[in-house]
Nanobody
Framework: QVQLVESGGGLVQAGGSLRLSCAPS????????MGWFRQAPGKEREFLSG????????YYADSVKGRFTTSRGNAKNTVYLQMNSLKPEDTAVYYC?????????????????WGQGTQVTVSS
């Protein structure tokens, strides 16, 4: 019943920026902990960031801290991932996810609903 719709992926030069969006479909998401993950070919699904139910707390993987920022904020409860200073090694499929619990988690299996993924490609 809970559906997540992602957008904002694409091709960007190294050093550039992209903003990913994760929007609700048929429901509101303000009560859900949200996370962002990515997966490159041949690699494990990697945690990137998490945001609490009402946006007061965030946490980040060391690999993206200082470059990526997640936030909540519009009437449709959209969650964003602002990605700056992108590197070729950031190339991956990016996923948003929603968790029924009310605590933050960096474990993919703790999330109950997933977006379809959006491709981000960073060229050198």
């Amino acid at each position: 019943q809970v559906q997540l719709v992602e957008s904002g992926g694409g091709l960007v030069q190294a050093g550039g920026s992209l903003r990913l969006s994760c929007a609700p479909s048929g429901r509101t998401y303000s009560t859900y902990v949200m996370g962002w993950f990515r997966q490159a070919p041949g690699k494990e699904r990697e945690f990137l960031s998490g945001i609490s139910q009402y946006g007061s707390n965030t946490y980040y993987a060391d690999s993206v801290k200082g470059r990526f920022t997640t936030s909540r904020g519009n009437a449709k409860n959209t969650v964003y991932l602002q990605m700056n200073s992108l590197k070729p090694e950031d190339t991956a499929v990016y996923y948003c996810a929603a968790r029924l619990g009310n605590t933050l988690s960096y474990v993919a299996s703790d999330y109950n609903y997933w977006g379809q993924g959006t491709q981000v490609t960073v060229s050198s």
